[in-house]
């Protein structure tokens, strides 16, 4: 790895007790330090960039002025958080970063004290800094507590729900929204800045509760007055809705303006109660290519730090990623079909959606960081005739449990969830995992659940699931797959029929979506019968059962965890149905997998084909006993 320059002033920070002492005059130049750091850091190793550099002034003035880690500070989804991970102790490790082994790519409780509350999916912060300034309340001890959220994560609902919960509880809790969506335009300038200070001030805080104190025995004129400050307000801030949600807002200002930023956050500790402060930020800020295209660079591989281009990357499969099969798919399908809407919860580029936003608008939703409301949103198209199709990465499906099952399934509404990063996903680390979605969505009555094993039959599955009458489910891995040729058809497939991709003798595996690539070269090295099985549920019962009559060793492939998924539906036919006979289920383990490149996990779960190999040459030599079941 490329050795890093130095830097004369981050090169004397080990932790944020050093940054308090500096002299206001010298924050700028650290932050800007910081800034270059950044960027030489995650050329290297790739990571989310955009959003760390847009908050780096942010992060300087908060380790600044509060007492961290006593005062507790909380990030929100954790995408800009690596400026906090170099201040905070582990600079000279950040060239580990999402390595197996190395720094975890959002903040982490067990990587260091800093790290107040794990996160990774949006929206979280406002509700964990409450329960922590709660616990300091009840306790007796007196410490601040700031959670950090963008504006993308306050489009969930979860946060608005803690805001009135910490407004109504006259907590003690600082909210900072970091607004990376706006512009700082004139409103975001000298006299917002100076207003702010102003109204964080001491002088404005002790005459406002005062008046409040006087007044408020007199409702009709504290009602008049605490109308005409909100309204005074609002004719240059955005604070009503805050204020009525028992905040005392202060805001907007320039988020890379570090005096204002000091000299505001200082103001609003020596304050108490709910404050709410609104900040204004640029993402990508200081890297030209990064503030020109943010989206490109929310997370990137590893980069040249002068041009801002991708390092060469080493050769690989050619030809579309799932995500690209899916976003193909769309767009054909909805030149097809006029009733087609597609729907995602703030995952457009993730999720393939881009194109056909371009090309359907009027049948596209991006409803925000909101996958309750996503998934009841198709529930409620449904119902109407409309064939909705939400787009929705595995670990967030989970955030709308309820839906799917309540508003979705219950009353068996023709809605495809086309499911991405399925199974095991990588650096991002087990907030990103899909490994629970076949154990989650098998329980569930009327839905459909295909896993399709390469590019092509992606393509067909998805046309399988708009086709069908209830809800179903297509769940794909994250990348490419085994490099199949798409037939540009559609052909629907026969629903909960699989199929034998190889003949072989004694043993059978059974694969599930993306494991059958392994399988098949075990198999081709074992001479072992391979079977796709192609949907979960419901589950080929006569192909399971003719394999149990003829082999000796039923093995079940999946990469989702083993307790509930494929693998253990397979043991429930075979109970069901009373047949015996030896099985062994490999799958994903009963634990949180940390951080690593996807092969690196499956290796870990002995997912391998060499492991598979493994596990069938052990049975060969020490057969079992007839009829034992091994899970």
Same mark, same amino acid.
């Given at each position: 790895?490329?050795?890093?320059?130095?830097?004369?002033?981050?090169?004397?920070?080990?932790?944020?007790?050093?940054?308090?002492?500096?002299?206001?005059?010298?924050?700028?130049?650290?932050?800007?330090?910081?800034?270059?750091?950044?960027?030489?850091?995650?050329?290297?190793?790739?990571?989310?960039?955009?959003?760390?550099?847009?908050?780096?002034?942010?992060?300087?003035?908060?380790?600044?002025?509060?007492?961290?880690?006593?005062?507790?500070?909380?990030?929100?989804?954790?995408?800009?958080?690596?400026?906090?991970?170099?201040?905070?102790?582990?600079?000279?490790?950040?060239?580990?970063?999402?390595?197996?082994?190395?720094?975890?790519?959002?903040?982490?409780?067990?990587?260091?004290?800093?790290?107040?509350?794990?996160?990774?999916?949006?929206?979280?912060?406002?509700?964990?800094?409450?329960?922590?300034?709660?616990?300091?309340?009840?306790?007796?001890?007196?410490?601040?507590?700031?959670?950090?959220?963008?504006?993308?994560?306050?489009?969930?609902?979860?946060?608005?729900?803690?805001?009135?919960?910490?407004?109504?509880?006259?907590?003690?809790?600082?909210?900072?929204?970091?607004?990376?969506?706006?512009?700082?335009?004139?409103?975001?300038?000298?006299?917002?800045?100076?207003?702010?200070?102003?109204?964080?001030?001491?002088?404005?805080?002790?005459?406002?509760?005062?008046?409040?104190?006087?007044?408020?025995?007199?409702?009709?004129?504290?009602?008049?007055?605490?109308?005409?400050?909100?309204?005074?307000?609002g004719m240059v801030v955005p604070s009503t809705l805050f204020e009525e949600l028992g905040f005392n807002y202060i805001g907007p200002i320039d988020g890379h303006d570090m005096d204002t930023l000091v000299k505001t956050l200082k103001n609003l500790s020596h304050l108490k109660g709910p404050r709410f402060l609104h900040v204004v930020t640029r993402k990508g800020k200081g890297f030209k290519p990064a503030e020109e295209?943010?989206?490109?660079?929310?997370?990137?591989?590893?980069?040249?730090?002068?041009?801002?281009?991708?390092?060469?990357?080493?050769?690989?499969?050619?030809?579309?990623?799932?995500?690209?099969?899916?976003?193909?798919?769309?767009?054909?399908?909805?030149?097809?079909?006029?009733?087609?809407?597609?729907?995602?919860?703030?995952?457009?580029?993730?999720?393939?959606?881009?194109?056909?936003?371009?090309?359907?608008?009027?049948?596209?939703?991006?409803?925000?960081?909101?996958?309750?409301?996503?998934?009841?949103?198709?529930?409620?198209?449904?119902?109407?005739?409309?064939?909705?199709?939400?787009?929705?990465?595995?670990?967030?499906?989970?955030?709308?449990?309820?839906?799917?099952?309540?508003?979705?399934?219950?009353?068996?509404?023709?809605?495809?969830?086309?499911?991405?990063?399925?199974?095991?996903?990588?650096?991002?680390?087990?907030?990103?995992?899909?490994?629970?979605?076949?154990?989650?969505?098998?329980?569930?009555?009327?839905?459909?659940?295909?896993?399709?094993?390469?590019?092509?039959?992606?393509?067909?599955?998805?046309?399988?699931?708009?086709?069908?009458?209830?809800?179903?489910?297509?769940?794909?891995?994250?990348?490419?797959?085994?490099?199949?040729?798409?037939?540009? !058809?559609?052909?629907? +497939?026969?629903? &909960?029929?699989?199929?034998? /991709?190889?003949?072989?003798? *004694?043993?059978?595996? %059974? @694969?599930?979506?993306?494991?059958?690539?392994?399988?098949?070269?075990?198999?081709?090295?074992?001479?072992?019968?391979?079977?796709?099985?192609?949907?979960?549920?419901?589950?080929?019962?006569?192909?399971i059962l003719k394999l149990a009559g003829s082999h000796d060793l039923l093995i079940t492939l999946e990469d989702n965890v083993i307790m509930g998924g494929a693998g253990s539906a397979v043991l429930e036919t075979l109970h069901r149905r009373q047949v015996k006979t030896n099985v062994i289920n490999l799958g994903l383990p009963d634990y949180f997998q940390e951080h690593g490149s996807r092969e690196e996990l499956l !290796?870990?779960?002995? +997912?391998?084909? &060499?492991?598979?190999?493994? /596990?069938?040459?052990?049975? *060969?030599?020490?057969? %079992? @006993?007839?009829?034992?079941?091994?899970?």
């Amino acid at each position: 790895m490329t050795q890093f320059s130095t830097y004369p002033l981050l090169d004397t920070i080990q932790d944020p007790a050093d940054i308090r002492q500096l002299k206001l005059a010298g924050l700028q130049e650290l932050a800007d330090e910081l800034r270059t750091f950044l960027i030489e850091s995650v050329s290297q190793t790739g990571g989310h960039l955009a959003a760390g550099l847009g908050t780096v002034e942010l992060t300087v003035a908060l380790h600044y002025v509060f007492n961290t880690p006593e005062d507790r500070l909380v990030w929100d989804v954790g995408h800009q958080s690596y400026p906090h991970k170099i201040l905070t102790g582990r600079r000279e490790l950040m060239q580990s970063l999402r390595k197996k082994g190395g720094l975890a790519g959002f903040p982490k409780r067990d990587e260091s004290p800093y790290d107040t509350f794990g996160v990774g999916h949006s929206s979280t912060s406002v509700s964990a800094a409450l329960g922590m300034a709660l616990a300091s309340r009840q306790k007796g001890e007196s410490r601040d507590v700031v959670a950090v959220i963008g504006d993308g994560a306050m489009t969930a609902g979860m946060a608005f729900e803690a805001l009135n919960h910490a407004g109504d509880l006259d907590a003690n809790l600082l909210v900072i929204l970091n607004d990376n969506d706006m512009s700082i335009s004139q409103n975001v300038g000298g006299l917002s800045n100076h207003l702010a200070r102003l109204l964080s001030g001491k002088f404005y805080a002790s005459v406002r509760e005062s008046s409040k104190k006087v007044l408020s025995s007199i409702p009709s004129v504290w009602e008049l007055a605490r109308r005409t400050e909100e309204h005074v307000k609002g004719m240059v801030v955005p604070s009503t809705l805050f204020e009525e949600l028992g905040f005392n807002y202060i805001g907007p200002i320039d988020g890379h303006d570090m005096d204002t930023l000091v000299k505001t956050l200082k103001n609003l500790s020596h304050l108490k109660g709910p404050r709410f402060l609104h900040v204004v930020t640029r993402k990508g800020k200081g890297f030209k290519p990064a503030e020109e295209n943010p989206c490109a660079y929310h997370g990137v591989g590893p980069f040249n730090p002068e041009s801002g281009n991708a390092r060469t990357a080493s050769a690989g499969i050619s030809g579309p990623t799932y995500t690209e099969v899916f976003g193909n798919w769309l767009c054909d399908m909805a030149q097809r079909e006029p009733r087609l809407v597609g729907i995602t919860p703030a995952m457009r580029e993730g999720s393939g959606l881009v194109e056909f936003s371009e090309q359907f608008p009027d049948r596209y939703y991006d409803v925000g960081i909101a996958e309750q409301h996503a998934v009841t949103l198709a529930a409620g198209l449904a119902c109407e005739g409309l064939k909705p199709v939400v787009a929705i990465y595995s670990t967030f499906l989970q955030r709308a449990y309820d839906q799917l099952i309540h508003d979705v399934a219950l009353q068996n509404l023709p809605v495809l969830f086309a499911i991405d990063r399925a199974g095991v996903v990588g650096p991002d680390g087990p907030t990103h995992a899909g490994s629970f979605d076949l154990s989650y969505l098998r329980c569930i009555p009327n839905l459909v659940i295909m896993a399709p094993a390469d590019e092509n039959e992606c393509r067909q599955m998805l046309y399988t699931g708009i086709q069908y009458p209830g809800p179903t489910a297509v769940r794909y891995p994250r990348g490419k797959g085994p490099g199949v040729a798409i037939d540009t !058809a559609m052909t629907p +497939l026969a629903v &909960g029929r699989g199929e034998i /991709r190889r003949q072989g003798k *004694r043993v059978a595996l %059974l @694969a599930f979506g993306c494991m059958l690539e392994a399988a098949m070269q075990a198999g081709a090295e074992t001479d072992a019968t391979v079977a796709n099985m192609r949907f979960v549920k419901p589950l080929d019962e006569e192909l399971i059962l003719k394999l149990a009559g003829s082999h000796d060793l039923l093995i079940t492939l999946e990469d989702n965890v083993i307790m509930g998924g494929a693998g253990s539906a397979v043991l429930e036919t075979l109970h069901r149905r009373q047949v015996k006979t030896n099985v062994i289920n490999l799958g994903l383990p009963d634990y949180f997998q940390e951080h690593g490149s996807r092969e690196e996990l499956l !290796a870990d779960a002995g +997912l391998t084909a &060499g492991d598979i190999i493994d /596990r069938i040459e052990t049975y *060969r030599q020490q057969p %079992l @006993a007839k009829h034992v079941t091994l899970a």
